[in-house]
Every structure is written in structure tokens, then in C-alpha cells.
């Protein structure tokens, strides 16, 4: 694993912050919440302040790391107790694939989730990407694991980034075996081989897995906690033997719709008769793009932050299930015709038959 260029970088004591805006806000903090006296401040800034340098040159000073936790998440107290604060953030997290992933990871640290990250992705930013992820022109072309860490570093900056630019191959999924301190891996990816060798990693070593995803109006939390016995992959969808014939095999387009159509269940994909046929019809016209909603994206982030946070708790029992959720309204069918019609047709065109 690498690291990033845009983590920030702790740096010796600065002067020039002594009576900065930042250091006045931050000691009416300590004045108020935690009883310190502003002379104490003052006259020993080292011990109440630390200074990081980002990846632009710009120096900002932050409370120490546990008075810096406690501050950033204050409102999440009664909602969370402390020692369940703490528990979760020192948890680390695995990020595979940073468009999903992206909302994921911020609505993950913005909760005081996990203090090490491992982030898995190949990909730069590119023009489709603005309609769903937090980034302007001038993140055009830099890599989404850079974005995120500067981003992220701002938040908190005593997180640590582990980065892969290659993102979750065959070549570096041991990385899970070799750390063994790995707490919870996401799947945001739209590799399908790359996807049952995460599945199937995060299995032979033990390690929680959560898929996440969106097709149109509805967002998909699988669930899998490999930690507590689950063997089952995307609670039985996939079978041993077909997952071996996805990573043995060069499959063709049609064999990667159909297992994507196991893995996300036949019924959810005949939910979204229209976007399916539609991206097929696209895909085989040589036009690759899934359609995403922003606000669809972080709706799923949001509802995994939840279940994740029982997860990492120890509040849930079941070892596998699933949450889809659906559009409060949502139908571009106009007839009990038309509906069986496009079902027909979305049967044959994912699994060459309507039954």
C-alpha cells in the first residue's frame, strides 16, 4: 500500500497561529466545555495544539487527537455514548471502488468512524462523475483516492490513508491477509471479478463484507458478517462453484449480466424494467455508463453508516441479510400491459428466458 500526497502532514509549533481565528475558536472550546483556563492555554499552546500542513501549503492547527474526536463529534452524544465513540473509530475500514465509496468514506468519518482507512481504486475524476460526487472542475483528472484523502485529511487529519491506485486486483488482495486488523471491507465496484475476489477474500479471512449499491431510484445494503461464520456469499445468490467460474473464466458481457442479475436478485433488477433495457440497449451500442443519482448515492451512504455502526457494535446478529430501498414514488409504466410486456422482455434480454 502507498500513501497519498494530499494526507496532511503534522508539523512543529507555528507562531503564526498563536492568536489566529482557528486557535481563538478552538480555546473558547476548551474554555467552555472542558473548564481549562485561557492563561493555561496560552502560556503552553504545545500541550493543547497540534499543526498540520496541507497539500497546498496551507498550516492549520487542531486539538489533540482524542480532544479533537470529542470535539468533531459533540453531537453525536445520547445518540452515541462515548465508550461507543471510541469503539468505532478505532476500527479500520477497507473502501473498494470511490464513487459510492466516496459518500461512504465521508459520511464514515464525518461519524467518527474508524482511525485507518485502506482505499482501493484506479480511476480519476472525469466530467460524468460531477453530477454525484462532492468535486468541481478543479478535481477534473486527479485520482478519486487523492480527492478523498485531502478532503477527508481536513476532517480529520490523524487519519491514516493507506491507497492503492490499482485498485482491488488479484495481485494485492492478500494485503487483507496480511493485516489482519481489518475490521469491515466495502464493495463499491463495478468489476464482477473483482467483486467475488473481495467476497471471497473477506470469507477466507474472516473479515465483514457490505456491498452497496444503487440502480435507479433504489439503493442495495448485502450485508455479510464472514466474521461470525457466514459462508454463504451474498446470502447463497452465489454459489461456490459459480464464484470459481468467475475468476477462471473470460466471461462474456452476457455472462456478466446474468451473474449481476444473481448477485443483485432477478426481482430488484425487474423493479427498474426501464433503466435496465435501456443500458443494455446502450452497452450493446458500444455506450458503457450506469445512470446515478446524487442524491441516491448518499442516501445508501447515509442507511450503511447506521447498519455499519451496529455492525462494528456487535448489535447484530443475523450473519447475512439485505435492505433495498425503494422510491416513495416511482413508476414510468402506465399500465398492467405494458408492465408485463417490459418484465417479458427484461427476462429474456438478462437470462435469455421469462421464466
Not at 486557535?23 to 496560552?42: C, F, G, M, P, R
Not at 460524468?128 to 478519486?144: I, P, Q, W
Not at 485529511?153 to 486486483?169: C, L, R
Request: with cysteine; proline share 2%.
Amino acid at each position: 500500500m502507498e500513501k497519498s500526497v494530499y494526507q496532511a502532514k503534522p508539523i512543529e509549533r507555528n507562531n503564526r497561529f498563536q492568536n489566529s481565528r482557528i486557535v481563538n475558536e478552538l480555546t473558547t472550546y476548551l474554555i467552555e466545555n472542558q473548564a481549562i483556563d485561557e492563561d493555561s492555554i496560552k502560556d503552553n499552546p504545545e500541550k493543547y495544539f497540534r499543526w498540520f500542513r496541507f497539500y497546498n501549503g496551507e498550516i492549520v492547527p487542531f486539538l489533540p487527537q482524542e480532544d479533537h474526536l470529542k470535539m468533531r463529534t459533540d453531537r453525536n452524544r445520547d445518540l452515541i455514548t462515548s465508550d461507543q465513540q471510541k469503539e468505532i473509530y478505532n476500527k479500520k475500514i477497507s473502501i473498494c471502488g470511490l464513487s459510492v465509496g466516496r459518500a461512504i468514506t465521508r459520511s464514515f468519518i464525518r461519524s467518527g468512524i474508524g482511525n485507518e482507512y485502506d482505499l482501493y481504486d484506479a480511476d480519476k475524476i472525469s466530467p460524468t462523475n460531477l453530477n454525484r460526487l462532492d468535486v468541481g472542475n478543479s478535481e477534473l483528472g486527479l485520482t478519486k483516492i487523492d480527492s478523498v484523502v485531502r478532503e477527508m485529511s481536513q476532517i480529520d487529519p490523524y487519519i491514516k490513508f493507506n491507497v492503492n491506485y490499482n485498485g482491488f486486483k488479484i495481485e494485492n488482495h492478500e494485503q487483507l491477509k496480511k493485516d489482519k486488523t481489518t475490521d469491515l471491507v466495502f464493495d463499491e465496484m463495478d468489476d464482477i471479478k473483482s467483486k467475488i475476489l473481495l467476497a471471497t477474500s473477506a470469507r477466507e479471512y474472516g473479515i465483514d463484507y457490505e456491498l452497496v449499491t444503487d440502480l435507479g431510484h433504489r439503493s442495495v445494503i448485502d450485508v455479510s458478517q464472514f466474521s461470525k461464520g457466514e459462508d454463504r456469499l451474498y446470502g447463497g445468490n452465489i454459489t461456490d462453484k459459480e464464484a470459481q467460474l468467475i475468476l477462471d473464466s473470460d466471461l462474456t458481457q452476457k455472462d456478466e449480466q446474468k451473474f449481476i442479475a444473481k448477485i443483485l436478485g432477478k426481482w430488484l433488477l425487474l423493479s427498474e424494467i426501464d433503466l435496465i433495457l435501456s443500458i443494455i440497449q446502450k452497452k450493446e451500442k458500444g455506450l458503457n455508463g450506469i445512470p446515478q443519482l446524487y442524491s441516491t448515492v448518499n442516501g445508501g451512504a447515509s442507511r450503511a453508516v447506521e447498519i455499519s455502526t451496529a455492525l462494528l457494535l456487535g448489535e447484530i446478529e443475523d450473519r447475512s441479510f439485505r435492505e433495498v430501498f425503494k422510491p416513495a414514488k416511482h413508476s414510468s409504466l402506465n399500465s398492467r400491459t405494458q408492465k408485463l410486456k417490459k418484465k417479458k422482455e427484461a427476462m429474456i434480454a438478462l437470462f435469455g428466458s421469462n421464466k
